[in-house]
Each structure stands twice: as C-alpha cells, then as structure tokens.
C-alpha cells in the first residue's frame, strides 16, 4: 500500500485558479469512487473539502471542486484567495477496508 | 455540532504503548466508523485504522500488529492503543469521524507524541 503521489508544491496568484494532482493505482483512485480532499494550515487539524471525488460538503465555497480521470484525481481551486495558502492532501479507499494518503502539497498564493 | 476532544500521553520511552482516547459530543455515535490519523512532523497523513459503533475494527496493515481500537458506547468514546513504539512513531495523532463513509469529516484537535529516550 504505497502512498498516492502529489507534487510537493503548487503556486498562483490571486484570482488565478490552480490544479493539484493526485495519482494512485487501479487499487485505490480508480478502483473506486472514494477519494477526499484535506486542507491543512501550519499547526491546525486537516479541514474536510471533497468527498466521493466531487462532492463537497456543506459550507465549503464552489471555489474548491474535484474530478477524477483514470488512476488520477485533481482538486482545482479557483479564484485563489490568500486564506486558501496551506496543504492539501487526498485520499482514497484502498480496498479491504483501508485508506491511502497523498504525500501533500503546498500551495503558495504568491 | 459534532466535536471530537482528544487527550493522551505526550512522551513515551521506546518500547512503551502509546495511549490516546477520543470523546464525541455532539450527533450520533451510531452509524460511523471512528477513525485514527497520525502525521509525523513535517511530513504527510497517514491512516492507523478505524472502528465503528459494533466494535467492526480495520487496520493499516503496516501498523496491524501492534495496534488495538476500541470503543465505549455509553461514554461516546473512542481509544487507540499503539505497542512497542518507536521513534518513528513520533507524530501529531488525530482521531476522526467519517461523513457516511470512505472520509474524514470531523477531527479531533490532535495530539502529539514524542517517543524519545
């Protein structure tokens, strides 16, 4: 069960959109319909943004959408505000009941 | 309002267990999987395993052996148990409750433990 693979830093401007990767096998992302999106700030718990690949969950902004091709998933997030600067990480269901994280990515809103 | 307080030791010996125990307030503690999360300073998320209201437990199974979850319905807590720890395990410890299922909706405050001799 090897972790799924994020590039390790992301950056845009104000307003700008950008789009973080995550890449997993047919054993985990596109095996099933069951990755989540994580945003972490410095010190603070992962806050719950995507779930089941696109949906998001009640009080996050339609900023932040999900999508999934193939053995990869994305979070894009648009309209980049300076509060949305932290880590993201996915996840996906793995089979036989467990999970699989992404290694993280840093967003830099420049 | 669902919310998860988390409390537990903070330094360990190497080869001591770790012990962590979760309390919900707020919603049901039926009908979810209750869910432990480690991140190691600096580095990513890394799920330990879960259990749910029937006492149903999952593991990752790089932890499978030496890790225990249990639950206490009527005082609407959750506990982890971590033996033989090692310096590797040192990391901020999590819990958390899933939306339906296959997600992490609500966490805990975290907790970090230092395995250090």
């Known amino acids: 069960q090897s972790a799924l693979t994020q590039p390790r830093s992301v950056s845009g401007s104000p307003g700008q959109s950008v789009t973080i990767s995550c890449t997993g096998t047919s054993n985990d992302v596109n095996g099933y319909n069951y990755v989540s999106w994580y945003q972490q700030h410095p010190g603070k718990a992962p806050k719950f943004l995507i779930y089941?690949?696109?949906k998001r969950p009640s009080g996050v902004p339609d900023r932040f959408s999900g999508s999934k091709s193939g053995n990869t998933a994305s979070l894009t997030i648009s309209g980049l505000q300076s509060e949305d600067e932290a880590d993201y990480y996915c996840c996906s269901y793995a089979g036989s009941y467990t999970f699989v994280f992404g290694g993280g990515t840093k967003l830099t809103v420049l | 309002q669902v919310q998860l307080q988390q409390w537990g030791a903070g330094l360990l010996n190497p080869s001591e267990t770790l012990s962590l125990t979760c309390a919900v307030s707020?919603?049901?503690?039926?009908?979810?999987?209750w869910t432990w999360i480690r991140q190691p300073p600096g580095k990513g998320l890394e799920w330990i395993g879960e259990?749910?209201?029937?006492?149903?437990?999952n593991f990752n199974p790089s932890l499978k052996s030496r890790v225990t979850i249990s639950i206490d319905m009527s005082k609407k807590q959750f506990s982890l148990k971590l033996t033989s720890v090692t310096a590797a395990d040192t990391a901020v410890y999590y819990c958390?409750?899933?939306?339906?299922?296959?997600?992490?909706?609500?966490w805990g405050q975290g907790t970090l433990v230092t395995v250090s001799s």
């Open positions: 089941d690949v696109t």
């Open positions: 958390a409750r899933s939306f339906a299922r296959y997600n992490f909706a609500y």
């Open positions: 259990i749910n209201h029937t006492g149903d437990t």
């Open positions: 707020g919603g049901s503690f039926s009908g979810y999987y």
